[in-house]
Nanobody
Framework: QVQLAESGGGLVQAGGSLKLSCSAS????????MAWYRQTPEYRRELVAD???????NYADSVKGRFTVSRDNAKNTVYLQMSNLKPEDTGVYYC??????????????WGQGTQVTVSS
């Protein structure tokens, strides 16, 4: 069984930084795209950033220049370095990954979410 586990959320003042981590575990053969989404207080889930298996990245316009997504393929882990945080970055951040399991089946997996709160 494949699982994703996030860590690194918390409360930070505007202008501060946080780094989120998400590790995939279980019977994993390979991982394609890994991504971070966030659910806003209005319950909208939006893509924040994603990274392909060969390292190509994509960012939401609202976080470009402030957030950096990266991954460590040896550890099956994706990171999100968040800098110059703003109150509108507040939300629950979810990790997402497209993973092939030991049965050679590709599935989309989600983590449980980690809260990020930015105070003004």
């Amino acid at each position: 069984q494949v699982q994703l586990a996030e860590s690194g959320g918390g409360l930070v003042q505007a202008g501060g930084s946080l780094k989120l981590s998400c590790s995939a575990s279980g019977s994993i053969l390979s991982i394609r795209n890994m991504a971070w989404y966030r659910q806003t207080p209005e319950y909208r889930r939006e893509l924040v950033a994603d990274i392909s298996g060969d390292g190509h990245t994509n960012y939401a316009d609202s976080v470009k220049g402030r957030f950096t997504v990266s991954r460590d393929n040896a550890k099956n882990t994706v990171y999100l370095q968040m800098s110059n945080l703003k109150p509108e970055d507040t939300g629950v951040y979810y990790c997402n990954a497209n993973i092939r399991d030991r049965y050679y089946i590709w599935n989309n997996y989600w983590g449980q979410g980690t809260q990020v709160t930015v105070s003004s």
